[in-house]
């Protein structure tokens, strides 16, 4: 049977696809990647454990990390990429991706299935299997290749190299 905080991750996250539509996949709590700046993150997160910043492509970066207390209930650490290129150009304070790193047993397969639907493409980076979604959802699963290792939410996003896509 799984934990109680488990169920209730897996209530919000179906009540969050449910209500938020076809695109819900590319949020969670509010945070939406492409969308959200960094007062938005601040406003529903808080002040983040740590931070740190960086380049990417040559671009001023910043990364928030969330970690225990801090971290949404079942995740044990939210990490948040700041800095995305748009049409309009680059925004140093706009959600470019966000990893969640669940609590062991928060997450498993049928869940993310359950709550998202059948994934739009399944891969395997090395050894490890991962679901592909085009709203923005990359869901890594552990080594035993049931429980949930990451989830990353990002705009949405082209299938990846060497995911196989289902006939349709």
Known sequence: MAPPFARLIVALAAALVLDGGPVAAEQ???????ES?????KSLRGTPTRTA??????????EWIYEDAKAP??????????GLMTAAGY???????????????AFTKEWIIQ??????????????????????????YAADGHAVATMTFTPP???????????R
Do not use: C, H, S
Request: glycine share 14%; charged share 25%; proline share 11%.
């Open 115 to 140: 709550g998202w639907g059948p994934p739009d493409g399944v891969g395997k980076d090395g050894e490890v299997e991962f679901f592909f979604y085009k709203e923005g959802l990359f869901v890594y």
């Open 37 to 41: 700046t960094m007062a938005v993150v």
């Open 73 to 82: 209930a079942g995740i044990r650490r939210m990490v948040v990429d700041f």
């Open 157 to 167: 996003q082209l299938p990846p190299p060497g995911a196989v896509l289902p006939k």
């Open 28 to 34: 969670w709590g509010g945070v939406e990647p492409g």
């Open 91 to 105: 925004r140093a304070d706009l959600v470019r991706a966000f990893k969640l790193e669940p609590k062991p047993g």
């Open 53 to 62: 910043r960086q380049k990417v492509d040559n671009y001023d970066t910043e």
